[in-house]
């Protein structure tokens, strides 16, 4: 299983980025993916997942409305846009397919 994220870096609050992982390994289009965040000193937390044929997208409170996962089974890939951005969304950014993960993408929002 390998998992690649890529498409952070640094913003502004108020910014945007997507993010984009990209699976192989395994049957991508068979599975749930979930993308995960760790903040420097905070542990690991869900942000996003969508199940395997791309429904059903959950989002935990803090990002709902601003964050949107999507995936393409065609390509292997999963998405997260992120807008709206603010500093407590700064972390590295993980997807996650049970529990395989990623080396991650880091997200620094800052003025």
């Known amino acids: 299983v390998q998992l690649v994220e890529s498409g952070g870096g640094s913003v502004q609050p108020g910014g945007s980025l997507r993010l984009s992982c990209v699976a192989s390994?395994?049957?991508?289009?068979?599975?749930?993916m979930t993308w995960v965040r760790q903040a420097p000193g905070k542990a690991l937390e869900n942000v996003a997942s969508i199940n395997h044929d791309g429904s059903a997208p959950w989002y935990r409170s803090s990002v709902r409305g601003r964050f949107t996962i999507s995936r393409d089974n065609a390509k292997n890939t999963l998405y997260l846009e992120l807008n709206d951005l603010k500093d407590e969304d700064t972390g590295m950014y993980y997807c996650q397919r049970g529990n395989d993960r990623g080396q991650g993408t880091q997200v620094t929002v800052s003025s």
């Open positions: 390994g395994f049957t991508f289009s068979f599975d749930p």
